[in-house]
């Protein structure tokens, strides 16, 4: 069974910068994407960045320039680095991987989400 565990949340001022990491357990037959999502109080949950196992990224625009996504997909993590940050960066952050497990069939996984606070 593949469960997703995150570390790397914390409070930090404007500017500054954090970097959140996600690891993997259990074993994937095929990693298709991973990535980053965040949601903020009242909003929904939204794409903050996502790499596909060739390697290609996309971003959000509100944190292109400033946010960088690596991933690993033979050691099953993931890694945001976060610079400039912003007050309105702060959301509770979540993890995924999208794949085919070694039993089971294709579909998203989910960390628990590691909050992120900016203060101004």
């Known amino acids: 069974q593949v469960q997703l565990v995150e570390s790397g949340g914390g409070l930090v001022q404007a500017g500054g910068s954090l970097r959140l990491s996600c690891a993997a357990s259990?074993?994937?037959?095929?990693?298709?994407?991973m990535g980053w999502y965040r949601q903020a109080p009242g909003k929904q949950r939204e794409l903050v960045a996502a790499?596909?196992?060739?390697?290609?990224?996309n971003y959000a625009s509100s944190v292109k320039g400033r946010f960088t996504i690596s991933g690993d997909n033979a050691k099953n993590t993931v890694s945001l680095h976060m610079n400039s940050l912003r007050p309105e960066d702060t959301a509770v952050y979540y993890c995924?991987?999208?794949?085919?497990?070694?039993?089971?069939?294709?579909?998203?996984?989910w960390g628990q989400g590691t909050q992120v606070t900016v203060s101004s």
């Open positions: 259990g074993s994937f037959f095929r990693i298709n994407s």
């Open positions: 790499m596909t196992s060739g390697g290609s990224t």
């Open positions: 995924n991987f999208n794949g085919i497990p070694r039993i089971g069939f294709e579909r998203d996984y």
